[in-house]
């Protein structure tokens, strides 16, 4: 595979770590990749202490505190919503508007961000949605867009 086409892809089924990967791939590495897709991907570190059912599902806070920290500057200089200036390549977003693991804000604290910034996005939001396909009908739609987007940056 050509170095010239590669896209970083996180999705989130389980403990969302994916979808904040790939935008953090496009932040930290923005020559390596050409384009990012992320699925309910968590944007604001801080919100995970805040929004989630996270710590009604056998995470506790202190479980949190010892995977993520609690400095919340720390938290916040790692989340990608307040690193979007560093993004520049293609982006493919979507989120569940019912999801109770990675809540909505998460994905509209990051439109706010992008929008703020002048940073182009696609996105797919899907209503009625809960963390990952509940809905295999979903499923199909977002791999057809992903596949429509990919298409489109790379001039398939």
């Not at 059912?53 to 202190?62: G, K, P, Q």
């Not at 019912?98 to 809540?103: L, Q, Y």
């Amino acid at each position: 595979m050509a170095k010239d086409r590669v896209c970083i892809y996180g999705g989130s089924y389980g403990g969302s770590y994916g979808g904040y990967a790939a935008l953090m791939g496009v932040i930290k590495e923005p020559d390596l990749f050409q384009c990012a897709v992320s699925f309910a991907g968590v944007y604001d570190l801080n919100l995970k202490f805040d929004k989630g059912d996270f710590l009604e599902n056998n995470w506790s806070e202190a479980s949190l505190v010892k995977i993520m920290g609690d400095n919340e500057k720390f938290l916040a200089q790692k989340s990608p919503v307040n690193l979007v200036e560093k993004i520049k390549v293609p982006l493919f977003l979507s989120h569940g508007t019912k999801d109770e693991r990675v809540p909505f804000e998460h994905y509209e604290k990051l439109v706010v961000a992008l929008k703020k910034n002048r940073i182009e996005y696609e996105s797919l939001v899907l209503k009625g949605e809960a963390h990952g396909f509940q809905n295999s009908k979903n499923g199909i739609k977002f791999y057809k867009k992903v596949l429509e987007f990919l298409d489109d940056v790379f001039e398939l």
